[in-house]
């Protein structure tokens, strides 16, 4: 069952279309990354989906109740859900006690307190219950606002870049810190985020948005590996592209050699190309190699190889690699790991 359904979605600003009829399901227990450049329309969907921004046409369902559509619009506040801000919106005169207590709205004083203590105990803060938001960490901070977000026990939980602010050691350790409570309460998420790695860390599901409208939406594993277009393929990493030779109904026929395609799959020279990420790239240094080191850096645990066909000047492939090879050496090439994506031109 979906906890959050979006169909046929427009919005507008001024007159311009910012979302385009966008559709999106998420399913519950269910963690969705939106990602994408800033203006593509993430958060415009998700203000929507809060009931903070007017939309133009199309529905929005939570918990298989409309709260969006034609002459229908529910307040933000009766759409039982969690808002988790990048700057953490915590009330700066009230504890991180009586900030997650601040949003119950039933109970006497004794048990809302008693609430909010077993929500900073979720997060690891109960020792830090009667400290300020000024005393506090920004990770520290963010995990009252998960606490806080988390303490009505709401349908869906929005997450509107939450680890923007915070360091990189912090992040690493926040990231799955608060993916494994969403998934321990059984809470579905919607992740603002225009960094592929956060998204790749924290979602089970990524959309790539594109102008308003989404462009692919499938695991981190499915849009690296078989992203449907060049600018899917490029917003989710590095990669080289290979013009298709020749073509046959199994398989086609590249500078690197035969590619085999699944049944069906039409991939012409003139319609289509082929997409390798760099780590399917082997290389090794031979004086008889077909391509030549252009440029290389080390990156820590792998090195990092431009290299060029001798034969062809656009013949450009990127490669990963744990052999320092040295600059301008001649080497030959391999295909290796998953097959490489077919892609329209």
Not at 145 to 172: G, K, M, T, V, W
Not at 232 to 240: E, T
Request: contains cysteine.
């Amino acid at each position: 069952m979906n906890q959050l359904s979006v169909n046929s979605l427009y919005c507008q600003y001024d007159s311009q279309s910012v979302l385009k009829d966008l559709s999106l399901d998420l399913a519950e227990n269910e963690i969705i990354a939106l990602l994408g450049p800033s203006g593509c329309g993430k958060t415009t969907l998700l203000k929507a989906i809060a009931g903070l921004q007017p939309i133009s046409s199309g529905e929005i369902f939570i918990s298989q109740k409309q709260v969006s559509g034609e002459n229908i619009t529910i307040p933000s506040e009766r759409r039982n859900i969690g808002m988790i801000f990048q700057d953490y919106a915590l009330f700066p005169h009230l504890t991180a006690e009586e900030n997650v207590a601040f949003g119950l709205k039933q109970g006497d004083k004794t048990s809302k307190a008693q609430r909010a203590i077993e929500m900073l105990t979720l997060v690891g803060l109960a020792d830090f219950a009667k400290r300020y938001p000024h005393e506090l960490s920004g990770g520290q901070q963010q995990r009252v606002a998960i606490a806080r977000a988390l303490a009505y026990q709401p349908a869906l939980i929005l997450l509107d870049e939450p680890f923007s602010n915070i360091d990189n050691q912090s992040r690493e350790k926040l990231m799955p810190e608060i993916r494994n409570i969403l998934k321990q309460q059984k809470v579905s998420g919607l992740l603002v985020t225009h960094n592929k790695d956060e998204a790749f860390a924290f979602a089970d599901k990524i959309a790539v948005f594109q102008q308003g409208q989404l462009a692919q939406l499938g695991t981190a594993e499915e849009l690296y590996y078989g992203p449907q277009s060049k600018y899917v393929a490029d917003f989710i990493g590095k990669a080289s592209y290979l013009p298709i030779l020749k073509a046959s109904s199994s398989s086609i026929e590249t500078a690197l050699g035969t590619i085999e395609i699944a049944a069906g799959q039409l991939a012409t020279p003139e319609t289509a190309m082929v997409m390798v990420r760099p780590e399917q790239v082997s290389i090794k240094a031979d004086p008889n190699g077909a391509y030549q080191v252009q440029d290389k850096a080390f990156c820590g645990h792998y090195w990092r190889y431009t290299v060029q066909s001798s034969q062809d000047e656009s013949g450009i492939l990127l490669s990963y690699s744990n052999e320092n090879i040295p600059d301008e050496s001649k080497v030959s090439i391999e295909l290796s790991g998953p097959n490489p994506a077919i892609i329209k031109k």
